[in-house]
């Protein structure tokens, strides 16, 4: 019984720490999800180009 208690009292915390969470708006969630989406995929661009001038390197030395 002392362990569902445990939980309960977990849970109860759990919800009060939530309400103190400052919540984006539906504007800022989607220009912060924008931002993200854009600088993975310029990171992404970049370690293509990276590694394709890397591979050709190799293939210079290889053969």
Do not use: Y
Not at 3 to 11: A, D, E, Q, V, Y
């Amino acid at each position: 019984m002392r362990f569902f208690k445990r939980i309960g009292k977990f849970l109860q915390e759990v919800k009060s720490e939530l309400k103190k969470v400052n919540w984006p708006t539906r504007r800022e969630f989607g220009v912060f999800t924008g931002i993200v989406l854009s600088a993975v995929i310029v990171i992404g661009v970049f370690f293509w180009i990276m590694d394709s001038i890397f591979l050709a390197v190799l293939q210079l030395v290889i053969g």
